[in-house]
């Protein structure tokens, strides 16, 4: 059994900022890949950011500029960081793992909302 526990969504004012956390628990013995992905009311769910083992970040264009990702491996943990938030990346943020066997595994979800 696998676990992600996400943590740190909620609202904020335009051009505020956010970190959502995850963490991973239960029968992992390694990660590959951490990323989190993102869905807004009837849209298809897509990719914010990821981050290797090795480190190496991929940002969205939406939101490179704005978001970074960073990820402590010792504690199986992957952050998001969000700043100037916009209105339009109101969403629910899903962290997802990979592992060396390519299964992949997801949080439940954390609503960010971004409004005045």
């Given at each position: ?87 339009e990346d109101t969403a629910v943020y899903y962290c997802a793992i990979t592992i060396p066997t390519l299964q992949t595994y997801w949080g439940q979800g954390t609503q960010v909302t971004v409004s005045?």
């Amino acid at each position: 059994q696998v676990q992600l526990v996400e943590s740190g969504g909620g609202l904020v004012q335009p051009g505020g900022a956010l970190r959502l956390s995850c963490a991973a628990s239960g029968s992992i013995f390694s990660i590959n890949a951490m990323g989190w992905y993102r869905q807004a009311p009837g849209k298809q769910r897509e990719l914010v950011a990821h981050i290797t083992s090795g480190g190496r970040p991929t940002l969205a264009d939406f939101v490179k500029g704005r978001f970074s990702i960073s990820r402590d491996s010792a504690k199986n943990t992957v952050y998001l960081q969000m700043n100037s938030l916009k209105p339009e990346d109101t969403a629910v943020y899903y962290c997802a793992i990979t592992i060396p066997t390519l299964q992949t595994y997801w949080g439940q979800g954390t609503q960010v909302t971004v409004s005045s």
